[in-house]
């Protein structure tokens, strides 16, 4: 107990949950064509346990009890990087896309328990203790549905014309709670185990049925996930190296009438305690992303470096100068990431990481992405848009004139092998996908940016400036 | 004659050109699933002739002779202004995508023009007037194979390892010349009827065998073309609004031991023609960008603009600054092209965009593309990669789930039109093929910036330096 | 009559005006070591007038009436690219500082007539007329008060504490009215014949009191002038090779109980007016402004190749690269502020720039400025704030030690020379000085931003989008 | 011994030095209306050792010797942090301004003492052990004086038409070497003890004689210091409420054959540890630098947040915007800096910082300082350019129509308060002066990123990139 293979794993996700592609409602998730593959990319997690370098990172010995490292408590600076250096090690298996069926929802746990320990919330804590304990036990897969679907912008959820704008509770019976509503962008939901609902906003007086927070299996009744094809296809691996093998897919997740027993309901009807779970929440999930985002500059950085040398331009001034900014932009990102699990506050004897460097590390990862594509498209050159496919460089009649005139100061089929690797990254739908990531992923620039104003502590430098303008003794 | 119809041109392409598209030889290329919708957009050309809003542009008079706009050499501001106009309508009756089978052909004409006159080059002049003459009459559809493929970067022609990295003539006949090698990132060759090959670079002592243009039918034996696939597909209008029904395709162009009589080289074995040639070409085909560029950029500001209102957030302050930081963005560029025809300059009777507003244009297009698409990407929301396939949109049974949940401040429909519109100039295939074009087609950014040091006349600006500095009377 | 020597003008200045500079009443302006060389700078507009070189642009003739040409009434493009190369030709004649004694003062006169002929105000047309004929007439130099001082930014004028915040009317009489508050910011107000006051903002019900505007003469009893000392200082020309020879005062104005007579009064009591007045003084101040940056870019662009030469680096890559830039950025002002002019509109047979244009013109003047100085700066070198003074360049005893240690690729003086006036203009007073203009001076960047979003006409861009969404039909 | 107090260290300078000032000869140092501020700026760091709350971060003791911190040599990364404690606290207490007379002095030594050891130079090691143990003992302050004057910097110091331009020797003796030349841009050199003289570039075969570092005492004879008079001025500390009290002081420091005793020559002849010792010294010194520029961005930041308050703007989107991002920048400098201590490497049992990190902190730092001064001009409005002179505020005619109409949100005392902090560090001398320094002490923005460059460590990305090209296994 505590640690499942791969294949226990897999075989798990058959319990007729109810799940659409491409308008189809799919039988078993595993054996679909495309769902299977972001299964799979998503086992990588339940891989690493067994992987003799990885085990250190990925198991944790509590006692006699061994478990996913995720479902470790961190208690200080220490424990917060061990959690990243995880996150980064799965992403960087999973060929720079997250695996995240384990991160997102423990930053879920995390931050419920903060919530309801710092309101002395006793009945709805042991509820999560104990949904806690049966994940971490059975080594279960989680996912996070928080972003509701929200119609009107300008409006809050009792202001919209149609209230299933945002997850409500519609009954409240002795046995539990019925919601209804549905959530988007939830990442990896067709192939979890549970799906953790929290609210995704400030809630106030007035909002008392939207104000919830609860899990139920992937398989409930009346739980509904509609797929995005976003990054469909499985063919050419030539031009797709990444993601005919990595994917991962969100659903539109709709609750119709789904019934939640009590003791999955980690608080309902509290205005305060919604608003409190979907910022902190995000104070755990925001590390998560900066920590998986890594590998993705890494990469960026990586293949800027070998396409330059490919190409013969890497003497170039100008290219020593857009590899230093790349370098300086990925290593500026790292180093605040690092920073912020070694500021570590805590809070219930749960170590969180700094608020402040926490969202500048994602700001600085989030406002400057699109350059960083920007950058490596340019020294990689025309031949991302104008290239050959993968059917072309396997036809043995045309692979020859391909050899000879796809060369560059490296051979043409590790010219080509990076360039395509770049075109996945920055200029195919593996990079639109990550640049919209990368926007609004995990909180958007702006929510981003509300978040450091909130968290910045102004002290020092207003004191500083009222010293020196005569108006503060020191 | 003079004018072709549509279906005239797309007859004519009907000739036993060598075509390769995902490794196979394609038939003809007007019947074939990816290539024909190619062509079809390509005749958009022809189609502007026929209409009646865009006939004054589109058609042009001398004497009782009618023919395209195109061939209308510019004699003053207006007619390059007009020509820009013509430009950009045909790109926006292409949605966004440039139509491009006259438009570069005819720049390279034009600059054929003005560097044989220069140069007093009376046979290669009326050879050039010959075949000028010609392609008006017919009313001709032309590619334009300029850059070659290169090799190592870091060496010039005559150094490369396989001499073949430029397009060289390999033996002179009494009759002509035999030229071997191949161009990369030819546009449109499948589906015109003349390829133009012009040099790509400045070229010196020792490089007379790279040294040439010339022009040679697209079915010429040993011309053989290999299509790039990467906007591939037909399906799914529903996320793909604009690459289903709209295409241009790029080739590898490869030469193999081809003839080309002499009446059809305009200079051979000339270093100096050919690197004056490189650069007059740019000359009028960065103007030729900048105009196609406009119903993109209106485009991406409409776009931002309706999907602001769709999810009701356009009242929001920072979304009123990206916006308006939007609109500037692409009015500067759209000025800016303005004011290179209305500074037009002239050589040979012919009228030439001003060379340092024109590069100033394209060059503040390029530096500030990615973030544009980032800008809109940003205000349209995280649906861009998790939203329905057209299949779920088309299914009866999910169709009204969509319709419900997937609604802003704007219905459903008209909210997923607008997000698919911005997904496609965004993040999908199309998005990424156009900012690949915006960094590298028709001269990169370093290229632009090149040209603007070399063009920028000094003197106002350092006789003030001087003046002000006390060194230099007035 | 209609044109004025600079020494007549300097000798009106003589009225008891009161005006008060470091805390001391100055008795005669033009005798005043710091306003008489502020005077003196002013006085080069009526010697434009005189040079054979520059008449044709500074001298308008009407019949046989001849008069300054900032009194021309523009009527199409020509005009007001006349106008703006006069003010061009003024500013670099001032060494980079803008003469503004007639500029501001007719942009002025041109919205007051615009707005009142708009509304049919005919009394307040008549009055404008006659003050107008009297200025072109005599010649007389206009100073605009506008900016009021504004108290608590977050307040309206009627909600201040103090409801002198905005200058207001505190009483009406028969034979005219008494004003009361001040103004901010004012620009020549100490050497100047007439102040014009205008309202600085939109105005609504409730706002009567402080929506007027009027002229009144220099020297009115109760009209206050406390001038900034910004620029002080007229020795050391060695490192201040521009601002000890022109300066412009800027005055905190204040209306202490003035009275304005009837005739003076162009309306009162009227928000609608106020806020058109506000709005459309801008539409050519802001184009006055852009016009008048001209030869403060191009002094950068010409000092930053002059001192790249003198230090013997304007071989390196990244040298290149900043140049490159500064004239990019320098000639998209100059070319946006030409097609302010040439896009011109027309009201009531005014000819006014083109109001989206001129404001984006100042809008990418303004957000790049400070990159502009920094580049400058870097390209000059540390000397900039570790370099000698004149004393020490004047002394016998020094001046061949900095000979000999502080030349470059240049000699010591030409290079000092040289990066004494790049102190100027980036390091020293005079840099700060046009720093802070850049942001502040005829509007902020925000209030720019603020007019490029309202005049931006979306109707192509939306147009284009809906359709391509397929929401909308050509 | 080891400590001494600010009256002995200011008393020490009555040593006969030779000190010119605007072209005069300055007889004591610190009885100078200029230098006199400036010198007791630097005995703020003697203070420090007496101040009670300092005393732990300035005061080292080791046995039972108590020495300044400074002279300790860092074991590790909280030492490294104590040291950028200090250099801190000390800029604080400078007003923002760094107090250098020891920061800089023993980043020379230890950089010596990494060169010397790694190179098995005992002979070098021993006089370096030596001074060192002087300096420490008697508490001495330290210039360095390491930028050459260049003359031309497209040629190397033997390419130079006068072999001057960089400090040579010009004659060997058996007592010791005679150096002739000058450095320009040394800070504090007209108040410290001693002036350490270091290589200031990489020096190859032929630059023998260019190639040694040393230390004389700064009254030594032929040793001349040439001060610059860039922050001029000890009057009206109301506009000037920094550099009327704080002052650093740079020279052109020109040796005129120098003896140097050999036990004061730390090596000569050597290209190499010319050249390692150039770069060893900015692996401090750029540490140091960051250190010293955090109490800037602090003031800055502060008084962004005042003046947005006492202007009543506090509220609006744009200038919470503008402060986020302004707290983002300063923050994201902290970070970096503190992480080059906590990854610092040793060599030779010294502690050094992360060389990648410390000049991304750097470069942080300065590519955005000027974007920075723009923000808060931005938030502070024009009166930066056209306020009051103190004069005019001292003034008991004046000081009430100043109270009245000078007030925003906060009353016209405070409010002017923060305005004029503001005019100094972003729009008068002092701000020239730091913004020069952000862009080329302690090496220009192109060192740092050349720097960066040859730290980076592309294992790890080039690592992945490859293997996701599939052209590596892991």
Redesign the interface.
Known sequence: MGLRTAEEFLNGLRDGREV?????RVPVVTEHPELGVAARHAAIDFRLAEDSKARDLAVHCEGNEKFSAFYKIPRDAKDLMSRSKLIELGT?EG??LVLLVKEIGTDALLALRRVLARNKESQGLSRLEAFYQNCRKHDLALAVAQ?D???????RPSEQP?P??YVRVVEKRPDGIVVSG?K??TSCTPYVDEVIVLPSRSMGAGDEAWSMAFAVPTGTKGL?L?C???L?GTDDDFTR??STKHKMI?T?T?FDNVFVPWERVFFEGRPDLASATALTFVEFHRFTAVSYKL?LL??L???G??IAKA???D????V??K??WL??Y???VR??T??AA?RCEMEEGIAFPHV??TN?AK??FARD???A??TV??LA?????????G??W??L??RP??E??????WPAD?RM??L??I?EL????Y???Q???A???EG???AE?MA??RA?D?S???????R????EKR
């Open positions: 659409y592609y491409r308008g189809e960087s060929a720079t972003t679907v929200k119609g009107d912008r300008s409006k149609d299933d704008m549905a988007v962008h509904r509609y995005s094809d976003f469909h190296p990444i969100e539109l709709v590998p890494d990469a950085v990586g293949a470096i070998a190409n013969g331009i003497r170039a001034g100008h020593r100068e590899l230093t370098g300086g990925a290593e500026t180093g605040l690092e920073l070694l402040f460097t500048m700001w600085t992405f699109h350059r594509l920007e498209q340019d050159g025309g031949l991302l848009a104008t290239g050959p496919a059917a072309d396997n036809s009649e045309l004139v391909l000879k005139y796809l060369r560059g100061a590790k092998a990076v395509n690797l075109g920055t200029t195919r739908l990079g639109g996908y640049a919209v990531l926007i609004h992923a958007s620039i702006e940016k450091m104003f910045y102004p020092r430098a207003i004191g500083l400036a009222m020196l303008a005569g108006l």
